[in-house]
């Protein structure tokens, strides 16, 4: 059971956008930034969104990040064969003095 | 270019203990907090310990009761996971991750190094 909760899987087909919700509580999404990652099976996983919606260098702007309250959200537009992956929101727990995760989200594009 | 790089994973017998280790380089080591994530076979990511960048604040996720250790050489640029007591279900892929404050991303990852919990 995972601290931060997430959809087990979206799906959509390619050109289209889907959202990742991500809700968690007031010691750790409420207070503290929220980043997102996306694994790929075998290779180490990737900040997307970092601050809550803020994209490291090279990552396009079809990925954002936004938050309210104690749940956050991922998007991605324009959707590609090459955006299949896992996708897993994380921040800091205050109460726990733990990074905590959500439990991943797997995006399929149909 | 930052690279993180694990090892010492392998098969081991429950009760068994392992010492996992990660090696550092293209960045300045001792400035960053490191953190060991773990991902079981079809699960989620599962964060698993935490060091300070000088190694006096360390935190444990609680389902490890006591059994794993978390330390650092920063002459060597190294973050090191002794893991004793070993169970099945301590089976996963085990990542090192810098993390420049505990507000911050995990914003480098290694590849991962296997851990077979078996007899």
């Known amino acids: 059971q995972s601290v931060l909760t997430q959809p087990p899987s979206v799906s959509a087909a390619p050109g289209q956008k889907v959202t990742i919700s991500c809700s968690g509580s007031?010691?750790?999404?409420?207070?503290?930034?929220v980043s997102w990652y996306q694994h790929l099976p075998g290779t180490a996983p990737k900040v997307l969104i970092y601050?809550?919606?803020k994209r490291p260098s090279g990552i396009p702007d079809r990925f954002s990040g936004s938050k309210s309250g104690t749940s956050a959200t991922l998007g991605i537009t324009g959707l590609q064969t090459g955006d299949e992956a896992d996708y897993f929101c994380?921040?800091?727990?205050?109460?726990?003095?733990?990074?905590?995760f959500g439990g991943g989200t797997k995006v399929t594009v149909l | 270019e930052v690279q993180l790089v694990e090892s010492g994973g392998g098969l081991v017998q429950p009760g068994g203990s392992l010492r996992l280790s990660c090696a550092a380089t293209?960045?300045?080591?001792?400035?960053?907090?490191m953190n060991w994530v773990r991902q079981a076979p079809g699960k989620g990511l599962e964060w698993v310990s935490y060091?300070?960048?000088?190694?006096?604040?360390?935190y444990y996720a609680d389902s490890l009761q006591g059994r794993f250790t978390i330390s650092r050489d920063n002459a060597k640029n190294s973050l090191y996971l002794q893991m004793n007591s070993l169970r099945a279900e301590d089976t996963a892929l085990y990542y090192c991750?810098?993390?420049?404050?505990?507000?911050?991303?995990?914003?480098?990852w290694g590849h991962g190094t296997l851990v077979t919990v078996s007899s």
């Open positions: 060091i300070s960048s000088s190694g006096t604040s360390i």
């Open positions: 601050d809550n919606n």
């Open positions: 293209g960045f300045p080591f001792s400035s960053y907090q």
């Open positions: 991750a810098r993390q420049w404050n505990y507000q911050n991303p995990l914003d480098y």
């Open positions: 994380g921040t800091w727990d205050y109460s726990l003095s733990a990074v905590v």
């Open positions: 007031s010691s750790n999404i409420g207070n503290n930034y």
